[in-house]
DNA sequence: TATGAATGAGGGTTCATTCAT
DNA sequence: TATGAATGAACCCTCATTCAT
C-alpha cells in the first residue's frame, strides 16, 4: 500500500490513487451505515435502491462505491466485525472479572448487530478475502483470550470453543426479517444470559459434537443445491 | 385436522363446500411438504414456481390453493406447529424424567424444523386467524405442561417462559438462507443443549426483563417502517 | 422430435412438451418478425422492450420465448436464413438463365433484408448451434448451386465462392442504424448491381487473397477485446 | 485545419478565443485518435468514458472538449472525411493511370476506416454544418475529378457518380460491432475489388434509379421513427 | 483546466399474479 | 380442475451527463 509515500506521489508513480476525496468517504460511510441498519432491519436482500435513499444519495454512487450487492455486504461484514472485535478487546481491558468480561462483550456484541454478520456464512459470500481473514483473525483472537481467561478463573466450561459462541450469538441476535418490533430486544437479553448461563462451569451436560473455530467456520464450504 | 366431520355437508348446507377431491387434497399436501423444505433450505422468499415446480405441479394450482404467499406460509406454519405440538405431546408421554421430556422436545422441535416457523414474527404476517390460534394454543398448552412438570421436579429455574424457549430454539435452529451446508446441524446440537444447560435449575443468574408467553409474541405489532 | 405420436403422449412419456398452444406460437412469430423489423431499421441493439411493444405483447412475454437477446437474434437469423435459402432455391427452380436466376437471387435476399444476418458475424454469436448449422448449410448449398450452374455457363468468374457474395451482399444491404430512410434502398439496388457486373466473367483483375464458404466464415472467431 | 490564422485573436476582437493551450490541443487529438479506433472497433455506440480512458483522460474533459456524442462523432467524420480526402488528393497526383488512381484511392480510403464515416447517415447526424460542409465538398471534389478523368480515359462507365462510390465503399468496409477480428480484412479487399471491377467501363448492366453526389446524401432526410 | 465523483433516466431481467385453454 | 402462458411492477445495473474539487 505504501503509506509512507502515498501522499506525495513521485514522477515515477503516475496517478496511483491520487487521495481519495473528502465527500467520497463521507458517502461511502453513509452507505455502510445504511446498509447495516437496513440488513438488520430487512435483511441482506434489502432492495439496493433502498440503501441509497437512507444514505441519501443516488443509486449510481452506491455502485460506483460497491459495483455489487457482495462488496457492500463484505465491507458491512468488515465494519461489523472490527467494531465487535473492538468490543472484546475493550471488555477485557476494562472488566476484571474474566466471565464478566465475557458477559459485557456478549452484551456488547448484540448491540452492535452482530446479527448483520450472518450473512457471511451464505451461499455465495467470499471468505478468503485477505482484509476479511484479518478482521476475522482479529476477533477471533479476542474473544479466544476473554474465553480463555474465563476458563482459567474456572467460570467457563472447558467444551466450548470461539465458534460456539460466536454462531450462537449471531443467531440468538438475528434479526426477523420485515419485523422491526423493538420489544423483541428484551428477549434476546433474555436468551443471552440464559445461553451464557449454560457456558458456565461445571459443565451441566456432556455437549455432541465436537468445538469449532472461526476459521472452522470460514472453511465450511456450502454444498450445492439444485 | 379433523377432516372427516369439518367438511361433510349436510342437507341443510346446499354445497357449501362440494366435497373436495382426492387429487386436490394430495397436490395440497404435496405442496405445503415441498415449502417447508424450501422455506427451511432457501427462506421465505423462494420463487413459488420453484416451490410448484418441486411440488411437481403447475404454478396456477399453486394459486388455486393458496392465493398468495401469506395464505401458503400460514399454511405450513399451522402445519409445523401441528407437528411440533404433537412431538411435544408424545415427549411428555413417552419420557419419564421431566427435564429429558423437555430435551427431547427441544430436539425434535429442531428435527421438524420448527425454525421454518420464524416467518410467523414477520411484519405482514396474520397472527389471528382462528385456525391459527388454536394450533398454537395447543402448541402452547404441550409445552407449558412441559415446562410445569420439570419445574415442579426442581429441574428447571422458574423464571424462563414457553415464549422464551420457543423464540430462542427457532433462532438456534433458524436456517441459513442459501446456506446448505450439513455441518451446521452439528453445532445447532451443541447450541441447544447449551442453552438447555442454562435453562435448568438452580439459575445461575437474574434474567432482565419479563417471560413472554407465544400471546404475548403473537399480540407483538411490528412498528411502522417509511 | 418425434413429430409423428407428438399429439398422442403414451403413459410411457410422462409430459414431454405437451403441444405448444396455438397463441404461444402466434406470439413467438410476431416476435421474432417485429425483432427483424427493428434490428433492420434500429440495429441489434433496440431496446427489448420496443421489440415487445411493436409485437404488441408484454415484455416478459418476449422473455419467456426468448432467454436473453442472444437467442432471440439467433431465432431471427434462422428465420431470414431460411428465407433467403428458399429464395434461392426458388430462384434456381424458375429461372432458365443461370446468371438471371443469380441476379434474381441477389435481390430476393435485399428484400429479404438479409443485412440483418450480420449480427451473426458479431463477437458473442453463438455460431455453432445444430439448428442454425444445418439452416446454414442449406443455403451455402443452394447459393454454391447457383454459382456453380453460372460459372459452368461461363457467366461467373472462377475465383469468387459463396463467402464473398454473401458477405458483401450482407454488408451492402446492411441498414444504417437509426436511419429509416427509404431512398437508401434504390442507391442499394444500384451497389448490388455494380457488385454483380463485377462478379461476371470474365474477371477483370485478380483478386487478392482467397475465397471462402460459409463454413469459412463461421469458423472465424473473434479476437479477444481490451 | 488552418488553426494558425484562424485563431489569431487581432485587437479589434478581444479575446474571442484566448488561444488553445497546448496540452489541451493534445488532448483533443488524442480523444479524436482514440474515438476514431474505438467507432471502428466497437461501433458508435461504445461508453464515452471508455474512449476516455483509451486516450488517456478523465471522462470529463472529454465533455469539455465534445459537449456529447454528436460532437465528437462530428469531430471524428470531419477527421476521417480530411484523411481521406487527402488520400484522394495524393491518389490523383501521384498516380499516372487514370483508373489506378481510383483504385489506389479506394484501398486507402479503406486503409482510413473510412467505414468510421457510416454514423454519418444515421438520423441525428447534423449534416448541414459548414465545417462539415465544406470537408465533404473538398473529399467530393477530388473524388469527382478521380472519375472524372478515369472516365475520359474510358476506364469507367458513365452511369456511376460520387455518391454511388462512397455509399458502397463506407459499406464494404463497415465494421462488425464487436467483431475485431482481422480475418475480415482480406475479404474486404477482394469485395472492393469486385466492386471495382463492376464500374469499370464498359458497363455490363443498366444501373436501376439514379446517381447520387454526396450533397444528395446529405440531403436525405430519415423519415419518421414511431 | 482537468478530474474524480455524483446523478437520474433507462434497459435487462425476474417474479408474483392473472388469464385462457 | 389443472395448466402453460401472459403480464406489469420492481429490481439491478449501466451510461451519458453534470457537479465540485
Known amino acids: 500500500m505504501s503509506t509512507a509515500t502515498a501522499t506525495a506521489p513521485t514522477a515515477a508513480e503516475p496517478r496511483r490513487a491520487p487521495r481519495p476525496r473528502a465527500d467520497a468517504l463521507r458517502n461511502r460511510e453513509r452507505i ?4 447495516r441498519e437496513m440488513f438488520v432491519e430487512e435483511g441482506a436482500m434489502v432492495p439496493l435502491d433502498e440503501i441509497a435513499r437512507r444514505a441519501g444519495i ?8 460497491f459495483p455489487d450487492r457482495a462488496e457492500l455486504i ?4 468488515l465494519a461489523v466485525m472490527e467494531r465487535v472485535a473492538v468490543a472484546a478487546e475493550t471488555a477485557a481491558a476494562e472488566e476484571s472479572d474474566a466471565f464478566a468480561a465475557l458477559r459485557r462483550f456478549v452484551y456488547a456484541a448484540a448491540d452492535e448487530r452482530i446479527g448483520a454478520l450472518c450473512p457471511m456464512l451464505s451461499e455465495g ?3 478468503n478475502l485477505p482484509e476479511l481473514e484479518a478482521s476475522r483473525d482479529r476477533l477471533d483472537g479476542a474473544v479466544t483470550d476473554l474465553m480463555a ?22 443467531q440468538l441476535t438475528r434479526p426477523l426479517p420485515g419485523t422491526a418490533c423493538p420489544n423483541i430486544d428484551q428477549f434476546v437479553r433474555r436468551h443471552l444470559q440464559l ?3 449454560g457456558l458456565q462451569a461445571p459443565a451441566r451436560s456432556e455437549l455432541p ?7 472452522d467456520l470460514s472453511q465450511m464450504q456450502p454444498s450445492a443445491v439444485g
Open 58 to 65: 443516488g443509486n449510481a454512487t452506491l455502485y460506483r462505491h
Open 209 to 215: 459434537g465436537t468445538a469449532a473455530t472461526l476459521q
Open 74 to 77: 463484505t465491507s458491512v461484514v
Open 195 to 197: 445461553f451464557l448461563d
Open 125 to 127: 459470500f467470499e471468505r
Open 149 to 170: 481467561r474465563a476458563r482459567r478463573s474456572g467460570q467457563l466450561r472447558d467444551d466450548v470453543a470461539v465458534g460456539d459462541l460466536m454462531v450462537a450469538l449471531s
Open 32 to 35: 455502510i451505515a445504511a446498509a
